[in-house]
């Protein structure tokens, strides 16, 4: 039996951790999880110490506001770790929280495995030094990586992307339609600002009157706004209420049992953000794991992001870069190392510009089969059999035969 503490925060951790659970399930029946995470993992068997909510912060802002919180849920966690001295901890994402955690709980003589690692080859290269004490060995999602951490001494596993397994290599849009009560022939657009509160208050505004200019293009333009939970789509309905929008639809779930699939895929699990994006013509995101998302849905989509001046600042400070090192923030576009689509950043994300991509993404016919073609071939890329590799690798560190 193998006993594993696992911390994952934000939907994305969720979903990932939940499968690799489901590979170690697939192992040894008997294995017990118990640490931080979310409904996905708690379906798995997973005992939640503390909710997934507990760690969803964004950035160094939130971070400081929220930090009592945090320093609490740490200090419980390395407790609770310590003390009941599992076989292994995996920390999934969450970097900031889980590579200090991971170099208390290695130094201690507890084997550790980091599933998913940090963008080092973006911002913030020196957390390699750090990623070196912390770590026993790490799971990486994209092939680029592995050279990356094998030149720096740290053992690494390429177990591909789990949303490329997860989600169908061919859409279902009839069905997705058919789920959300859309009518099969209309151009629909979704509008996806994030998960948190900060993105949704610094975003969906300038979503929003991008889209009551598209809508001036196309009247009969759908709008379908994902939210990951009941507060955030409050948040984003009272953003709404002073940027109001015609044929405009906001789900934090579906609105009515989810129709059946031409694939037979077992739709009524997903997320509402798959739905919408199965379902739409394009999507406007903002950057981060939502926008590989839209491209294994083969979706011809906008990226925007925004942080304000003192965010902007402060990761200046704290990463010693005022940029990233790579052109591209969007994940479809770092994998492709291309603009394979817009990416509208900080004052270039202005509603108008917004719209004018967005428009292009809607309307043009031929682009958007180029952009789906390319996102077939990464969908390929992608997709391994992660729940299998990701437990495979955990279960010989717990047993001593990684390398």
């Known amino acids: 039996?193998?006993?594993?503490?696992?911390?994952?925060?934000?939907?994305?951790?969720?979903?990932?951790?939940?499968?690799?659970?489901?590979?170690?399930?697939a192992r040894d029946p008997a294995t017990q999880t118990a640490g931080i995470g979310g409904p996905a993992m708690a379906r798995s068997g997973f005992q939640a110490w503390?909710?997934?909510?507990?760690?969803?912060?964004?950035?160094?802002?939130?971070?400081?506001?929220?930090?009592?919180?945090?320093?609490?849920?740490?200090?419980?966690?390395?407790?609770?770790?310590?003390?009941?001295?599992?076989?292994?901890?995996?920390?999934?994402?969450?970097p900031d929280f889980n590579l200090r955690l991971e170099e208390k709980v290695r130094a201690a003589g507890i084997p550790t495995v980091h599933f998913v690692g940090p963008s080092i080859w973006a911002w913030r290269y020196e957390r390699i030094h750090q990623i070196r004490r912390a770590v026993s060995h790490m799971l990486v999602l994209f092939p680029f990586e592995v050279e990356l951490y094998?030149?720096?001494?740290?053992?690494?596993?390429?177990?591909?992307?789990?949303?490329?397994?997860?989600?169908?290599?061919?859409?279902?849009?009839?069905?997705?339609?058919?789920a959300l009560g859309l009518e099969p022939t209309a151009r629909v657009l979704a509008l996806m600002p994030g998960s948190r509160e900060s993105e949704i208050r610094l975003l969906a505004p300038r979503f929003l009157q991008a889209a009551q200019q598209l809508?001036?293009?196309?009247?009969?333009?759908r709008i379908v706004v994902p939210v990951v939970n009941a507060a955030r789509r409050t948040q984003f309905e009272a953003i709404l209420a002073l940027h109001p929008l015609a044929r405009c639809q906001v789900w934090s779930a579906l609105p009515g049992p989810a129709a059946a699939r031409a694939d037979g895929l077992p739709s009524q699990t997903w997320p509402i953000a798959w739905h919408a994006m199965e379902a739409a013509d394009a999507v406007l995101v903002a950057s981060g794991t939502a926008t590989l998302e839209a491209a294994l849905f083969k979706r011809p989509l906008v990226i925007a992001y925004a942080i304000t001046p003192w965010m902007r600042r402060l990761m200046a400070w704290k990463s010693g870069q005022n940029a990233p090192s790579l052109p591209w923030v969007g994940l479809p576009n770092i994998l492709e190392r291309d603009f394979v689509v817009p990416e509208l950043l900080q004052e270039a994300a202005t509603p108008a510009a917004l719209a004018e991509h967005t428009w292009a993404a809607l309307s043009d016919s031929a682009r958007a089969a180029v952009v789906a073609e390319r996102f077939a071939r990464l969908h390929a890329?992608?997709?391994?059999?992660?729940?299998?590799?990701?437990?495979q690798a955990i279960l010989d560190v717990c047993h001593g035969h990684a390398s």
Do not use: C, N
């Open 1 to 25: 039996m193998i006993r594993a503490a696992i911390v994952a925060g934000e939907p994305s951790g969720d979903l990932l951790a939940a499968r690799m659970i489901a590979g170690l399930l």
């Open 50 to 94: 503390h909710p997934m909510d507990a760690l969803s912060v964004f950035g160094y802002v939130d971070a400081l506001r929220h930090a009592p919180r945090l320093l609490r849920t740490w200090r419980d966690t390395r407790r609770r770790v310590l003390a009941q001295r599992p076989d292994v901890f995996v920390g999934v994402d969450a």
């Open 150 to 178: 094998q030149k720096e001494g740290v053992p690494v596993t390429y177990v591909g992307h789990p949303l490329a397994e997860l989600i169908p290599r061919q859409p279902d849009r009839a069905a997705a339609r058919r």
């Open 215 to 221: 809508q001036t293009q196309d009247p009969d333009l």
């Open 381 to 391: 890329t992608l997709s391994r059999d992660t729940p299998g590799l990701a437990a």
